[in-house]
Nanobody, 115 residues
Framework: QVRLVESGGGLVQPGGSLRLSCVMSGGFISSYTMGWYRQAPGKQRELITSITTGGRTEYVDSVKGRFTISRDNARRTVYLRMDNLKPEDMAVYYC?????????WGQGTQVTVSS
C-alpha cells in the first residue's frame, strides 16, 4: 500500500523560501508523473506543478518562475522548492500522482506566509 508523507512546511515571511519533501513508501515514484497539489482555506485542492518520469516539468501560472519541482527516484522523494513566497501561497501542500491523483492523500504540510 502506497503511503505519501509530506514535510518541510512552516511559517515564512513574504519573499521567503521553503523546500518541501514528499517521500513515498510501499511503491516507487520512478514509474509515475508526480505532482504537488495545494489546498487553501475554503478552496478546492489544485494541482500546481508536475514532473514526468523523464524530468519534464509543468507549472500553473501563479507559481511559474518561483517554484521548482524535482525528483530523486532512488530516494523515492519529490521536492518542491518555493521561492519568493506570497501570502496567496498559504495552503496545505500535498503530493500525489501528477495529472490525476492515484493514491490516498497524505497528511500534507502546512505553508503559512505572513509577516
Amino acid at each position: 500500500q502506497v503511503r505519501l508523507v509530506e514535510s518541510g512546511g512552516g511559517l515564512v515571511q513574504p519573499g521567503g523560501s521553503l523546500r518541501l519533501s514528499c517521500v513515498m513508501s510501499g511503491g516507487f515514484i520512478s514509474s509515475y508523473t508526480m505532482g504537488w497539489y495545494r489546498q487553501a482555506p475554503g478552496k478546492q485542492r489544485e494541482l500546481i506543478t508536475s514532473i514526468t518520469t523523464g524530468g519534464r516539468t509543468e507549472y500553473v501560472d501563479s507559481v511559474k518562475g518561483r517554484f521548482t519541482i524535482s525528483r530523486d527516484n532512488a530516494r523515492r522523494t519529490v521536492y518542491l522548492r518555493m521561492d519568493n513566497l506570497k501570502p496567496e501561497d498559504m495552503a496545505v501542500y500535498y503530493c500525489n500522482r501528477g495529472v490525476t491523483p492515484l493514491w490516498s492523500w497524505g497528511q500534507g504540510t502546512q505553508v503559512t506566509v505572513s509577516s
